[in-house]
């Protein structure tokens, strides 16, 4: 079902729509939250894994004699013992190898295994295991393992592996070109010749991943008499990984259950499918007794996939007066080893979000994902948008530069107005609803942005340099793809028990945003009762719902909507059994504080547990027809979506489109290359708020990602393909002290799509910081005539372009 009009709207909002506190928080602070690594389980044994040390090479021989002799340790694997009936690994999130079936995008796969097999392709490439009584002994196990290789020509540049042939990760391919894909829309061309200026650049945005405080961590274990194999994973996809384990492991007696208990951040990294994550299961059954294996932070650096490597050369084509006549874009990505996994997606999702927040209408995106010997590229928060919007917003600028225009003026005369929503994109997207302008003028008002001017050419005539940057990002969510495991819709199951307590079971999982809280608030206004009358049970493939978990930003947009929904027919079957019982039409009643009352008569009321106890022991008083209990399950479409693209790629796979107006002011030392944010703005939009106290600590979590990706962090390889960053000694985040004080606000543009009005809200803050930074930094530096082109915004990297050696 997914009308939004079929039962009643519920009365005035009582929780929904406040701050309400948060129920998970609790038992994180006392420390009796459970992750994965703590659940021990008698028996249980401990797996270490030996990683490549080469970046390219063929396998000769894995020698593991020495660590099977070592005491305490029970089993070890090469891939050369991997029993013949385990898959390769498929090709997620894709359910076929071929899920467009019009060649656009074009796809290459390879059929890797959990464990390397005649060749590695990346440092940090699983290639054989040690099962041991402890973590001590399997670690100490790894170190006896001794590997013969024949080393190849590592291939590192992306740009490079496209064009050369000659040296090859997968011979079979005949080239390192692994997807490619193009959408079109308008008369590029004619827009084109009709430029006053054409404007030609290359900006790129560089390689770098999520820190999650928790690594990835798998328990497995057998019940013996049920043959069901119960897999504790820190995913963000519990029945899709069920259903990728069984399929893999191809073994038809066996159940596979996957419980992603509390996990420890996200990111999009633990979307995707890995490795680890058949070969722990496998261990299990072959040892026959229960696994656990944790990720070192090193290993999470090397084998937990990356993202954001792209090189775009994007063309502009615009008029005198400001008005962008057309964009052109072909992209670069670098996808490393050819693993399955969501970089596939992102990278063609950068393609259909280059015309960002304005009225583009003449575009063509291209993209070609190349593999390299890095670790894989996979998914990433953001997801392809903040690429996408790092480079519009940095061409903005340029044009603006160009033309000798204020870059607010550029924005504000290209932007898609408010009366242009419900607006389809030139690739196909609907964008619900937004003010794109009048973000943007609440975050310079708030900036004061002409006395800044002014400022800026005080401060210049002092010798400082001040700089002023914006953006205004999009970050589209929920995402629906044909073919994927994105399948576009959101299962719930409501039950309330006769007790009057409520049970809400959820195709969803949960890292971090608080969804045992928003659900207790949306289903408590529904169904009217108090907020701990609910109980959430998410990330349970056996318990819940099929669903395709937590990604994109979605829960507000489809989890939020079909919690609304199935909260209204449960309200809606309640008030049907209590008309009959009060004698009273249905439309004249009221449910509140766990009461049923007739508002034409308010002495005539019963308690929802009285209801409740008829539907379950009194059937014989229900409504003719009326099936015994109060329990339901709710599938809710997303309405905004479409599946197939037409034959110029276009198509419109994200439903919602929150967005961020983005204000930085800096400060360059150019004697030590030091950016210091003197003041940071975000005007952020997401719709109706479920909970502004949640909003508000994604957003900024959020804005925090955003500004290690723009001033830190970067994965670094050397030329031979060894990681240079694995830990965090080299790889720098940032913390509390680096980051600066934001002042925020909020529009609310309601999705019209949804009956609530929500949009996600845990990813937009990430997408503004980098393109907001590198533009405010490049107007500290235009005295010096130095242009800024790539990320992140380094000491090293500002303090070689102020001296003249890099741009």
Same mark, same amino acid.
């Given at each position: 079902m997914n009308d939004t009009t079929a039962v009643a709207a519920p009365p005035k909002s009582k929780f929904v729509g406040k701050s309400v506190k948060r129920k998970e928080d609790y038992d994180v602070l006392v420390g009796k939250e459970r992750y994965t690594a703590d659940f021990k389980l008698p028996n249980m044994l401990y797996a270490a894994i030996y990683r490549s040390p080469y970046a390219h090479a063929k396998i000769v021989d894995v020698d593991l004699r020495k660590a099977l002799e070592l005491p305490g340790v029970v089993m070890g694997l090469t891939a050369k013992d991997i029993p013949a009936h385990v898959k390769p690994m498929p090709p997620f999130p894709f359910q076929s190898r071929d899920p467009f079936r019009k060649g656009n995008p074009t796809i290459k796969f390879f059929n890797h295994h959990c464990l390397a097999k005649d060749k590695v392709r990346f440092v940090g490439e699983a290639v054989a295991v040690v099962v041991a009584v402890n973590r001590y002994v399997a670690e100490d196990a790894i170190e006896l393992i001794t590997a013969e290789y024949e080393p190849c020509v590592p291939i590192t540049d992306a740009e490079a592996a496209l064009e050369n042939t000659e040296h090859l990760l997968y011979e079979e391919w005949g080239d390192n070109l692994m997807l490619k894909f193009k959408v079109t829309g308008g008369d590029v061309d004619g827009a084109f010749r009709q430029a006053d200026l054409v404007v030609k650049e290359r900006i790129k945005s560089s390689r770098f991943t999520g820190t999650p405080i928790e690594p990835r &961590? !798998?328990?497995?274990?057998?019940?013996p008499e049920t043959d069901l194999l119960t897999v504790v994973d820190s995913t963000q996809i519990p029945h899709n990984l069920s259903t990728l384990i069984a399929e893999t492991l191809n073994l038809p007696n066996i159940t596979v259950r996957v419980i992603a208990p509390r996990v420890g951040g996200g990111f999009g990294q633990k979307w995707d499918f890995y490795p680890e994550e058949v070969l722990i299961p496998l261990l299990c059954l072959l040892t026959e007794r229960p696994i656990q294996w944790v990720e070192t932070r090193s290993e999470h650096m090397k084998a937990t996939h990356h993202a954001r490597d792209q090189v775009h050369y994007i063309e502009i084509a615009v008029k005198k007066d400001g008005t962008v006549l057309a964009v052109k874009d072909k992209i670069i990505?670098? =996808?490393?080893?050819?693993y399955p996994n969501g970089g596939l997606a992102s990278i063609v999702t950068t393609t259909m979000f280059v015309p960002g927040a304005y009225k583009i209408r003449n575009y063509q995106g291209e993209v070609c994902g190349v593999v390299t010997n890095k670790t894989s590229y996979g998914a990433h928060r953001?997801?392809?948008?903040?690429?996408?919007?790092? #480079?519009?917003?940095? &061409?903005m600028d340029i044009v603006a530069n160009r033309l000798n225009m204020d870059p607010a003026e550029v924005r504000f005369k290209n932007f898609i107005q408010p009366g242009e929503f419900p607006y389809i994109s030139v690739t196909g997207t609907r964008y619900d609803s937004g003010n794109y302008p009048e973000a943007l003028r609440r975050a310079l008002e708030l900036a004061n942005y002409q006395q800044l001017r002014q400022q800026q050419a005080t401060s210049r005539n002092e010798g400082r340099y001040l700089g002023i940057g914006m953006s205004l990002v999009i970050e589209p969510s929920s995402s629906t793809r044909m073919g994927s495991y994105n399948p576009g819709y959101y299962s719930l199951t409501l039950?309330?028990?006769?007790?009057?307590? #409520?049970? #809400?079971?959820?195709?969803?999982?949960?890292?971090?945003?608080?969804h045992k809280t928003t659900i207790a608030q949306l289903v408590a206004d529904e169904v009217g009762v108090g907020l701990d009358d609910i109980y959430v049970l998410e990330g349970d493939s056996l318990e819940c719902p099929?669903?395709?978990?937590?990604?994109?930003?979605?829960?507000? #947009?489809v989890g939020s909507s079909a919690a609304i929904l199935a909260g209204r027919q449960l309200r809606d079957k309640i008030l049907r059994i209590a008309s009959g019982l009060l004698k009273e039409p249905q439309e004249s009643l009221e449910i509140s504080d766990g009461r049923v009352y007739s508002t034409l008569r308010p002495e005539h009321s019963l308690s929802i547990v009285e209801v409740a106890k008829t539907a379950y022991f009194a !059937?014989? =008083?229900?409504?003719?027809?009326?099936?015994p209990g109060l329990q339901l399950t709710y599938h809710y479409r997303d309405p905004n979506i479409t599946f197939h693209a037409d034959e110029r790629g276009r198509v419109a796979m994200f439903s919602s489109v929150p967005y961020d107006a983005n204000l930085a002011v800096v400060e360059v030392d150019l004697e030590?290359?030091?950016?210091? !944010?003197?003041?940071?703005i975000s005007v952020h939009d997401c719709g109706s708020l479920i909970n502004p106290a949640i909003v508000e600590g994604q957003h900024i979590g959020a804005l925090v990602h955003g500004l290690g990706g723009a001033l830190y962090e970067e994965i670094l390889y050397d030329k031979n393909g060894q990681l240079l960053t694995e830990n965090f000694k080299d790889y720098i985040v940032p913390t509390a002290m680096e980051v600066p004080v934001f002042t925020l606000d909020h529009l609310i543009t309601p999705n019209p799509f949804t009956p609530y009005g929500s949009k996600g809200a845990g990813e937009t803050g990430t997408v503004g910081p980098p393109a907001a930074l590198a533009n405010a930094l490049e107007d500290a530096l235009r005295p010096l005539g130095k242009k800024i082109r790539t990320l992140p915004l380094s000491p090293n990297y500002i303090w070689s372009t102020a001296c003249g050696e890099a741009t």
């Open positions: &961590a !798998i328990t497995a274990h057998k019940d990505a670098d =996808l490393g080893a050819a953001g997801f392809g948008k903040s690429e996408a919007a790092y #480079v519009i917003e940095r &061409a039950r309330m028990d006769p007790t009057g307590k #409520v049970y #809400v079971f959820t195709g969803g999982n949960d890292e971090g945003q608080g099929y669903g395709s978990g937590s990604y994109s930003s979605r829960f507000a #947009v !059937i014989y =008083l229900l409504p003719e027809g009326m099936e030590t290359g030091q950016l210091k !944010i003197l003041k940071y």
